[in-house]
């Protein structure tokens, strides 16, 4: 299982950013994929879930509205989209998927938003 995240940067307040993570080594289409994300000094939290089949997606309260996930199966591909970016949504973004209970993570893309 390899997750690899990127598209992460620098963008002002208010700016946008779409950030993606490739998945290879397992049934991609059939699992549901996460975004997570860790500021520094904190723990890392949830962010947004998109499940397998016809997908539902799931965001947290603190980036409803702005952030959008989603997922293309024949590339293997989940992405996150963020607008309205905000300078607490600085962190690093990581993606996530638990397959027969075990948690894989790939390595992270840092996300900082500032003027």
């Known amino acids: 299982v390899q997750l690899v995240e990127s598209g992460g940067g620098l963008v002002p307040p208010g700016g946008s950013l779409r950030v993606s993570c490739a998945a290879s080594?397992?049934?991609?289409?059939?699992?549901?994929m996460r975004w997570y994300r860790q500021a520094p000094g904190k723990e890392r939290e949830l962010v947004a879930t998109i499940t397998s089949g016809e997908p539902n997606t799931y965001v947290s309260g603190f980036v409803k509205g702005r952030f959008t996930i989603s997922r293309d199966n024949v590339k293997n591909t989940v992405y996150l989209q963020m607008n309205s970016l905000k300078p607490e949504d600085t962190a690093v973004y990581y993606c996530?998927?638990?397959?027969?209970?075990?948690?894989?993570w790939g390595q992270g893309t840092q996300v900082t938003v500032s003027s």
């Open positions: 080594g397992f049934s991609f289409s059939n699992y549901f």
């Open positions: 996530n998927s638990r397959i027969a209970g075990v948690d894989y």
